[in-house]
């Protein structure tokens, strides 16, 4: 079991991708959802797949459990999904001494551009890059399993 | 996935005892639930262990994803048990062509006895052992899910 704990930006223009390595292709599933637990499928550039199961419904940290599943398990998975199949290009993106995901969404949640960062603790200060924009840890609209909820992107307030 | 097609009986008697093999003893958590799916973790002899999810809400037929899980944790998976964790013996038992399984369960549901059959096919017409009582297949009381919901045996009809 990992723990998960991790904060999440929207991303204001294109600055992080000086610092970007080479992306990987992810379709994804919401498969079983509740508030506080998850269960997804999850294909990397559709040649290797791993199912996640993830509890707790803290904003910041979760209990994670993940393992790779045939390819062809996970395709059939795929038809079972709920909501809206994810499609995205993910990113890292090294930046001091943290290491920055940042996920470009294809299909109907084109333009939506996400960034995350796994920490040590809750109380770790990461530098912030200033391709950054508005944080949105905790918002539960810009969860995976919100945006395969609804299928579209979150309107931003006022 | 495997297609899991099978037949559930209530058990009417100590009849099956005489075929059975070494039982295994069971501890089940359905971890995420819904009408037409879910997601369990089970330890066989508290030794290994094992995730399933199912898709498909056919009374006898639905899809079925297993797959071997380390036992530590499956003992962390079982912490975040919906409802109760199931706790039985399960016991096979050949009779003609096919294999019976007979589950014994412990604690809250002590005295429920269950036999189900796996089939090639919806149509296969397995013999009954006369040590079968009623029927309960496609009867959602009987499964180990809503088994876990209520911790109690249903109450019989009548």
């Known amino acids: 079991m990992a723990k998960e704990i991790e904060r999440k930006f929207l ?4 600055g992080w991708k000086d610092g970007a390595e080479k992306g990987v292709r992810l379709r994804q599933a919401y498969l079983l959802g509740a508030p506080d637990r998850s269960a997804r499928v999850r294909l990397f550039d559709d040649t290797r797949a791993r199912i996640t199961l993830k ?6 940290s ?3 459990f993940e393992y790779d599943v045939p390819l062809d398990d996970a395709l059939d998975m795929i038809d079972h999904a709920l909501g809206h199949v994810i499609d995205k290009t993910r990113y890292r993106v090294p930046a001091g001494d943290f290491v920055w995901e940042v996920d470009v969404y ?3 949640l084109a333009d939506l551009v996400v960034a995350e960062v796994e920490l040590p603790s809750e109380t770790a200060t990461p530098h912030l ?14 969860t995976n399993q919100a ?5 579209v992107i979150p309107e931003e307030d006022g």
């Open 106 to 108: 294809h299909g109907d």
């Open 55 to 60: 509890f707790g419904s803290g904003a910041m």
């Open 11 to 14: 991303v204001d223009g294109d």
């Open 62 to 64: 979760r209990d994670e």
């Open 147 to 151: 945006l395969a909820e609804t299928g």
């Open 129 to 142: 890059p200033d391709w950054l924009g508005r944080e949105v840890t905790g918002d539960r609209r810009y």
